[in-house]
C-alpha cells in the first residue's frame, strides 16, 4: 500500500515539473534578446530634439522652447485595477515624473487612439502643462471627461498638419493592431474613475514630427493602411510591436515592409513591448508571454532590419536622447 502511494507522489511531481515550468513560461516575463540594445541618455543641444520615453508608446519631443508629446500613460494601473477594477490617473505620481523629466509646458499632446495605456492620462497631463488635445473624436470625450476646455482640443480625421515653434505635426490614418479587445467608440465626456473597456479605440493615428529637417515617425499600434506612407520619408521611426507575435510571420514582414522599409528610415526604436501593469519606477520588462510574445516578435523583425541596413535601439527611461544625433551614429 505504501510503495502505492509513493508511486502516486512520484508521478504527480513528475506531472508538476513540466506544468510548473510551462506556468512560469508563460505567466513569467521575458528576457529582450541578449542582442537588444539601448541607446546612451544624451541631451542635445539647444535647439536640437531629445526624446523622452516613458514606456509604453509615451513619448516627449522638445527642443528647449516646445514640446510634443505622444500618447499619455503614466500612471500604469496594476492587472487587478484593469482587469477587475476602475482605473484613474494618479496625481503624485503625474507630478513627479512630469517634474523628474523637466516637462512644465507640453505644447501639442498627440493622441494614438483612446485605449487606456495610451489615453489614460491626457487629462491629467494637459491641466498640469496647458498642452493642447490633438486627436480622433473619442480622444474629445476623454478630455472634456477631464474637464479640457474645447477650445484646447483639436479633433483630425487624418491628414492634417499641426505646428508649434520648429515642429511640424502630420496626423496620419492608421489602424489599430489586429485583436482589439476594446474597439468602438468613447461617445459621452468619459470621467474617471472608469473601466478600462470604458476606453474604447476610437480610431487610431500615427504621427510625423518634422523638426527642422529631422523627420521623426511615431507608429503607435502594430497594423497598417496599405500605402499609408507613400511618399513619406522619416529618419527615425518608433515603431510599435506590441501583438505582432500572435499573428503570421508575414504579417510582421508586411508591416515592416510599409512602415520602415516605405519611409526609408535608418533607426527603428521599438515602442508598446513593455509590460505597462508594471510601474514605471521598475525597469521596463516584456509583456508577459500569455499577453504577447515579444522576443520571438524581435527574432521576427531582426533579419529584416539586417537586410534593410537599420538600426534597432530601445529607449532608457525618462532619460533624454539626443535622436538626431543617435540616428546618425547608430550602426545597423
Ligand atoms: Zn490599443
Same mark, same amino acid.
Not at 511531481?13 to 513540466?18: C, E, S, T
Not at 476623454?142 to 479633433?155: C, F, Y
Given at each position: 500500500?505504501? =510503495?502505492?502511494?509513493?508511486?502516486?507522489?512520484?508521478?504527480?511531481?513528475?506531472?508538476?515539473?513540466?506544468?510548473?515550468?510551462?506556468?512560469?513560461?508563460?505567466?513569467?516575463?521575458?528576457?529582450?534578446?541578449?542582442?537588444?540594445?539601448?541607446?546612451?541618455?544624451s541631451v542635445a543641444r539647444p535647439?536640437?530634439?531629445?526624446?523622452?520615453?516613458?514606456?509604453?508608446?509615451?513619448?516627449?519631443?522638445?527642443?528647449?522652447?516646445?514640446?510634443?508629446?505622444?500618447?499619455?500613460?503614466?500612471?500604469?494601473?496594476?492587472?487587478?485595477?484593469?482587469?477587475?477594477?476602475?482605473?484613474?490617473?494618479?496625481?503624485?505620481?503625474?507630478?513627479?515624473?512630469?517634474?523628474?523629466?523637466?516637462?512644465?509646458?507640453?505644447?501639442?499632446?498627440?493622441?494614438?487612439?483612446?485605449?487606456?495605456?495610451?489615453?489614460?492620462?491626457?487629462?491629467?497631463?494637459?491641466?498640469?502643462?496647458?498642452?493642447?488635445?490633438?486627436?480622433?473624436?473619442?480622444?474629445?470625450?476623454?478630455?472634456?471627461?477631464?474637464?479640457?476646455?474645447?477650445?484646447?482640443?483639436?479633433?483630425?480625421?487624418?491628414?492634417?498638419?499641426?505646428?508649434?515653434?520648429?515642429?511640424?505635426?502630420?496626423?496620419?490614418?492608421?489602424?489599430?493592431?489586429?485583436?482589439?479587445?476594446?474597439?468602438?467608440?468613447?461617445?459621452?465626456?468619459?470621467?474617471?474613475?472608469?473601466?478600462? =473597456?470604458?476606453?474604447?479605440?476610437?480610431?487610431?493615428?500615427?504621427?510625423?514630427?518634422?523638426?527642422?529637417?529631422?523627420?521623426?515617425?511615431?507608429?503607435?499600434?502594430?497594423?497598417?493602411?496599405?500605402?499609408?506612407?507613400?511618399?513619406?520619408?522619416?529618419?527615425?521611426?518608433?515603431?510599435?510591436?506590441?501583438?505582432?507575435?500572435?499573428?503570421?510571420?508575414?504579417?510582421?514582414?508586411?508591416?515592416?515592409?510599409?512602415?520602415?522599409?516605405?519611409?526609408?528610415?535608418?533607426?527603428?526604436?521599438?515602442?508598446?513591448?513593455?509590460?505597462?501593469?508594471?510601474?514605471?519606477?521598475?525597469?521596463?520588462?516584456?509583456?508577459?508571454?500569455?499577453?504577447?510574445?515579444?522576443?520571438?516578435?524581435?527574432?521576427?523583425?531582426?533579419?529584416?532590419?539586417?537586410?534593410d541596413h537599420v538600426a534597432i535601439?530601445?529607449?532608457?527611461?525618462?532619460?533624454?536622447?539626443?535622436?538626431?544625433?543617435?540616428?546618425?551614429?547608430?550602426?545597423?
Amino acid at each position: 500500500m505504501r =510503495k502505492w502511494i509513493k508511486r502516486v507522489l512520484l508521478a504527480l511531481v513528475l506531472l508538476a515539473v513540466p506544468v510548473v515550468g510551462y506556468g512560469a513560461f508563460r505567466f513569467g516575463h521575458p528576457s529582450l534578446p541578449a542582442e537588444s540594445r539601448t541607446l546612451a541618455s544624451s541631451v542635445a543641444r539647444p535647439g536640437d530634439v531629445s526624446v523622452r520615453y516613458f514606456g509604453t508608446t509615451t513619448l516627449a519631443f522638445s527642443d528647449g522652447t516646445n514640446t510634443v508629446m505622444v500618447d499619455a500613460l503614466l500612471t500604469r494601473p496594476g492587472m487587478r485595477q484593469v482587469m477587475f477594477g476602475k482605473v484613474a490617473s494618479d496625481p503624485a505620481l503625474i507630478d513627479a515624473t512630469l517634474k523628474r523629466a523637466g516637462l512644465a509646458k507640453i505644447d501639442l499632446l498627440l493622441v494614438s487612439h483612446t485605449h487606456y495605456d495610451h489615453a489614460l492620462d491626457i487629462a491629467a497631463i494637459a491641466n498640469r502643462t496647458g498642452a493642447t488635445i490633438v486627436g480622433s473624436p473619442s480622444t474629445r470625450e476623454v478630455a472634456l471627461g477631464g474637464a479640457i476646455p474645447s477650445a484646447r482640443i483639436v479633433t483630425v480625421k487624418g491628414g492634417e498638419q499641426l505646428h508649434t515653434g520648429d515642429f511640424t505635426v502630420t496626423v496620419i490614418r492608421s489602424l489599430h493592431s489586429l485583436g482589439d479587445r476594446v474597439p468602438g467608440e468613447v461617445t459621452a465626456p468619459l470621467g474617471q474613475p472608469a473601466t478600462a =473597456k470604458d476606453y474604447k479605440e476610437g480610431g487610431t493615428f500615427a504621427f510625423l514630427i518634422e523638426h527642422r529637417g529631422f523627420r521623426i515617425l511615431v507608429h503607435a499600434s502594430a497594423n497598417f493602411v496599405p500605402g499609408m506612407y507613400r511618399g513619406v520619408k522619416a529618419d527615425a521611426v518608433f515603431l510599435a510591436t506590441g501583438g505582432l507575435s500572435t499573428h503570421p510571420v508575414g504579417f510582421a514582414q508586411a508591416y515592416w515592409h510599409e512602415v520602415v522599409e516605405t519611409t526609408g528610415a535608418k533607426l527603428v526604436v521599438p515602442i508598446h513591448w513593455d509590460d505597462f501593469l508594471e510601474p514605471l519606477d521598475q525597469p521596463l520588462q516584456p509583456l508577459r508571454r500569455f499577453l504577447d510574445d515579444i522576443p520571438l516578435t524581435m527574432t521576427r523583425i531582426a533579419p529584416l532590419a539586417a537586410r534593410d541596413h537599420v538600426a534597432i535601439r530601445y529607449l532608457p527611461v525618462i532619460a533624454p536622447v539626443d535622436i538626431a544625433a543617435a540616428t546618425a551614429s547608430a550602426k545597423p
